[in-house]
């Protein structure tokens, strides 16, 4: 929708209900192409450009070592006091 439409519906008295989807599907409109256009510049500074020559960094065999953890409960550390 364009501004011209938006200002023609107030203009015939549309409900304003409309009026205010209207606002709203344009600011997110103008949002979105705003966030599209500054993301690939966000990204590259957030994460960096990879450079040619690095090779990327080595993965494990994909096994995980076991944890053994374990949780002493106040239960457990009342009647160790006992």
């Known amino acids: 929708m364009e501004p011209a439409e938006l200002i023609d519906m107030m203009a015939s ?3 304003s ?6 606002i709203k599907n344009l600011l997110y409109v ?4 705003k966030v599209d256009a500054v993301t690939p ?4 500074g957030l994460f ?3 450079e040619e ?3 990327l960094p ?3 065999d994909g096994e995980q070592p076991e944890v ?4 002493e409960t106040q239960d457990q550390e009342q009647q160790e006091e006992e």
Request: proline content about 10%; glycine content about 10%; charged content about 30%.
């Open 68 to 71: 053994n953890a374990e949780v």
């Open 58 to 60: 080595e993965v494990g």
């Open 17 to 22: 209900s409309e009026v205010s989807d209207a």
């Open 30 to 33: 103008k949002s979105a192409e």
């Open 48 to 50: 960096g450009e990879p």
């Open 41 to 44: 510049q966000v990204a590259a």
């Open 13 to 15: 008295d549309a409900p």
């Open 53 to 55: 020559g690095d090779p």
